[in-house]
Structure formats: C-alpha cells, structure tokens
C-alpha cells in the first residue's frame, strides 16, 4: 500500500473543516502542538497510545485544564516512560 503525503495546508484546511462540524472556533487549535504531542508519544510509547494520549489532552483542556500545561505534562511522561531524550529527527 502506498503512503500518500500530506501536507501541513490539507491538516489545517481538513482542521477549519472539522472545528465547524464541531462548533470549536479554529482559532484555540494548535495544531502544531496537537501534532508534536502524538509525535512524541508515539515514538516513545506506541503509535496507539499518541491517539489516546491527544484525547486525554482535549478531555482535560475541556475540563478547564490549561492546553499547553497539560500537552507539557503528557509529552513529559511520554519521555519517562522510554527514557529518551531526543530524536535525531526533530
């Protein structure tokens, strides 16, 4: 099966889209962080637990969380939980 490549305009134009579904004003997504949480996770847990970890994320920021205190803290334990310290691909 071929990888299809995508670009970071097509995830803020299907975003915009997806916020509208939603009633969320694209303005409070950062997609940018969203992204590099589910990175780090991914590559120090498992590719699984970067979409659970993203969820957990928007469940907590719509609890009243702060979004960039709460990403900080998974990302954190994303790190301790393998020990890494950095990848030679960021």
């Known amino acids: 099966m071929k990888r299809e490549v995508v670009s970071m305009d ?22 940018a962080a969203i992204l590099a949480l589910a990175r780090d996770v991914q590559r120090a847990v498992a590719r699984p637990a970067a979409v659970v970890a993203v ?21 954190e334990l994303a790190k301790q939980w393998s020990g890494a310290t950095c990848d030679w691909r960021d």
Do not use: M
Request: charged fraction near 25%.
């Open 55 to 75: 969820y957990l994320l928007g469940v907590a920021v719509g609890r009243g969380a702060d979004r960039g205190e709460a990403a900080a803290r998974l990302a």
């Open 10 to 31: 097509d995830i803020a134009d299907w975003t915009s889209k997806a916020c509208v579904e939603l009633g969320i004003d694209p303005g409070q997504v950062d997609t």
